[in-house]
């Protein structure tokens, strides 16, 4: 079946430092891909998407590249800032089961200044 | 344009207690999801509805979780009796229709069942 899987946590940097949050899926078909932000007692927001392969998706600084040939959508950003700190999750919606979400776990950033 | 709305957002009880959530998924969203959260893991879906009626409950534990969206807008979930591990973040969130890909999540109500 479907699955998603990213890198476990916590992950802690320092402000204006390179990330990369891993995700790599498994999938029959051609999944949409997702990366969604859970900031602190608030609920998930949609960061960012991609539908096909090699599609990159970008949003507020965030981008995420769709490669089938490795079935990764790992998520970078190139200087976070403290404001960045969350818990951020990948997903994937299948061609099958109602569209559902399946969800990776969740990796939580702490960012210091 | 308002968001989902839940209530309560805290709620605490002893187990074998009854409890129920409430959400207001946005205006004209056709589909509705709960979802239980754990800490440490992702979401994991109990039940979804396209206007009144359920697309899938095939993981929620029908012998003591309930769920209704009787008019096709608001929705309940409920629990009884609690258990220990019903402790959780259930989240609420809706889409324009089961095709649409983007889900709008609630703030969730945070459970602690002592």
């Known amino acids: 079946g479907n699955s998603v899987t990213q890198m476990e946590g916590p992950v802690t940097l320092s402000e204006e430092a390179f990330l990369t949050i891993n995700c790599t899926y498994t999938a029959t078909g051609y999944p949409s891909l997702f990366w969604y932000v859970q900031y602190p007692g608030e609920g998930l927001q949609l960061l960012l998407k991609a539908t096909k392969a090699d599609d990159k998706g970008s949003n507020k600084g965030f981008e995420a590249t769709y490669r089938k040939e490795t079935t990764s959508f790992h998520l970078e950003k190139g200087s976070v800032q403290v404001s960045d700190s969350a818990v951020y999750f990948c997903?994937?919606?299948?061609?099958?089961?109602?569209?559902?979400?399946?969800w990776g776990a969740g990796t939580k950033l702490i960012i210091k200044p | 344009e308002a968001g989902v709305a839940q209530s309560p957002r805290y709620k605490i009880i002893e187990k074998r207690q009854s409890v129920a959530f409430w959400c207001n998924p946005i205006s004209g969203h056709a589909t509705l999801y709960w979802y239980q959260q754990i800490l440490g893991q992702g979401p994991k879906l109990l039940i979804q509805f396209q206007n009144n009626g359920v697309v899938d409950d095939s993981q929620l534990p029908k012998d003591r979780f309930s769920a209704e969206r009787l008019k096709g807008v608001d929705s309940t979930l409920k629990i009884q009796p609690a258990k220990l591990e019903d402790s959780a973040v259930y989240l609420c969130a809706s889409s324009l229709s089961t095709e649409t890909e983007t889900q709008y999540f609630g703030p969730g109500t945070r459970l602690l069942v002592l």
């Open positions: 997903a994937l919606r299948g061609m099958d089961s109602n569209y559902q979400l399946i």
